[in-house]
């Protein structure tokens, strides 16, 4: 386990891109259930876009949120990618009911100074 959460930390490290603040940030996150239908905690809305986060609920992004606040996911925050392919929602659903790995690439939006 100590292993495991050292790589983690390595991973979020070698993956997080970090841009001024006024512009738009990518980052990456890796969700990991440990049982199948285990709760994403991800309240999200479609768009022609693509899919946003809406609102972190308790679950797997909480506990994400809380080990990682520099890389917390937050409201408006664009899902990019999910495990290396496009975003989809039927595809987010299906791996969270399977209890497969979520390796989610999000964008947050820009801030204003």
Partial sequence: ???SAMAEVVT?????TRLAPSESEDYEVVLSPRA???RIG?????SKNGIYVREVKPGLATEWNERHPTLAM???????????EPSS?????????????????????????
């Fill in 74 to 84: 937050s409201p408006d925050d664009a899902v990019l990618e999910v495990n290396g």
């Fill in 1 to 3: 386990p100590a292993a």
């Fill in 12 to 16: 979020v490290q070698a993956l997080a």
């Fill in 42 to 46: 991800l309240r999200m809305a479609a």
């Fill in 89 to 113: 929602m039927a595809q987010l659903m299906k791996l969270a009911a399977q209890g497969d790995r979520i390796e989610l690439k999000l964008r947050r939006p820009k801030r204003q100074p």
């Fill in 36 to 38: 199948p239908g285990d």
